[in-house]
């Protein structure tokens, strides 16, 4: 495994340079619609650049869907967003066969594709439509592809799924199984703002609004900052830390009493895999050439918590997996490099 920055030379410094300098572009573009919330931006950015799907949980009115908009327009992608409902069929996600009549007055099925075939979806309320919907989405997630009638159908890279969530709204909602949960690279929570930056937004939304939004990189240059995070280099202690967070979330193989006490469910190896791209992805944003072992902790949160699955001795505490996932991340302990 690559331990040091010598794998990254000449060209791919120059893309390190490009993608640091570009993720300021990026922030400060986005700065201009959505006021606040600078985690959020800096994680979806990072899932981005790792090509990794996320999902955005908060209260109606915290600009979800005006921050993917946004970030559509700064990265020029085709967007596309999908309003789930409970009537949703799997058609109306990835598209369907129809009958079409050719010019010398034949007949023959020809697919439509769906509102999935862009290169950044919000799928939004994602909860609000059955799980056979749903899962419509797992293939294109993981496979970046769709079948219809045994045909499969590509989707354009690159491809990013941003979902969001009302947490507060329960009824006639259809909870995410754990297999589409994990194809998630992050689970964002969105809170609401302080008070100035609350008042700013009353300001700027009730005024006359202009903003000029021009695409920062081309698609091309997207792909390939998303190449470049595959072959950074990460040392074998930094990975058996991420791996290590993620057995520590599982109450059979783990040595702390939380997970023990709390979970009844871990996260699987996905899990160190989407931390050790998304740190990548930060060591990218940064300028960085590795990954320090301050990268994983940082995004260990937000891979973690919609893995773990809290018992009920858990919910009679009143803890979250939120809470739970922090007390876990504070009992694992730094290996030393060997």
């Not at 006021?35 to 981005?48: H, R």
């Not at 999902?55 to 327009?73: C, D, E």
């Not at 939004?124 to 045994?150: C, F, H």
């Not at 996260?267 to 895999?273: L, V």
């Amino acid at each position: 495994m690559p331990t040091t920055t010598q794998d990254l030379e000449g060209q791919d410094l120059e893309l390190l340079r490009q993608a640091a300098e570009g993720y300021q572009k990026l922030t400060s573009q986005i700065g201009r619609v959505i006021i606040g919330q600078q985690d959020a931006v800096q994680a979806l950015l990072a899932a981005i650049f790792a090509e990794g799907h996320v999902l955005i949980v908060g209260v109606p009115g915290l600009a979800k869907t005006l921050l993917v908009k946004t970030l559509a327009g700064v990265l020029g992608w085709r967007f596309h967003r999908i309003q789930f409902t409970p009537d949703m069929m799997p058609a109306d996600i990835i598209g369907m066969e129809l009958l079409h009549d050719d010019d010398r007055g034949g007949r023959s099925m020809r697919f439509v594709p769906g509102p999935v075939f862009a290169n950044i979806i919000l799928a939004d309320e994602i909860n609000r439509t059955p799980p056979k919907t749903q899962s419509a989405l797992l293939e294109a997630m993981q496979e970046q592809t769709v079948t219809s009638m045994g045909r499969g159908y590509p989707l354009d890279r690159p491809f990013v799924v941003v979902a969001t969530q009302n947490p507060i709204e329960q009824e006639g909602t259809y909870p995410l199984p754990e297999a589409q949960l994990d194809r998630f690279m992050f689970s964002l929570w969105m809170d609401y703002p302080s008070q100035k930056e609350e008042e700013r937004i009353v300001m700027s939304t009730t005024a006359e609004q202009t903003h000029d939004l021009s695409p920062v990189f081309t698609k091309e240059q997207m792909l390939a900052f998303q190449r470049l995070v595959r072959r950074m280099p990460v040392s074998e202690h930094v990975v058996s830390y991420a791996v290590s967070l993620a057995r520590a979330t599982r109450p059979s193989s783990s040595t702390g009493p939380t997970a023990k006490q709390f979970v009844e469910w871990g996260a699987g190896p996905r899990a160190g895999q989407h931390m050790i791209l998304a740190a990548k992805a930060m060591a990218l944003m940064e300028g960085k050439p590795t990954v320090a072992i301050e990268h994983v902790r940082r995004v260990a949160p937000l891979v973690l918590r919609h893995r773990v699955l809290a018992n009920y001795q858990a919910a009679g505490k009143g803890l979250g997996a939120a809470e739970i996932v922090s007390r876990i991340c504070a009992e694992v302990g730094e290996p030393q490099p060997a």
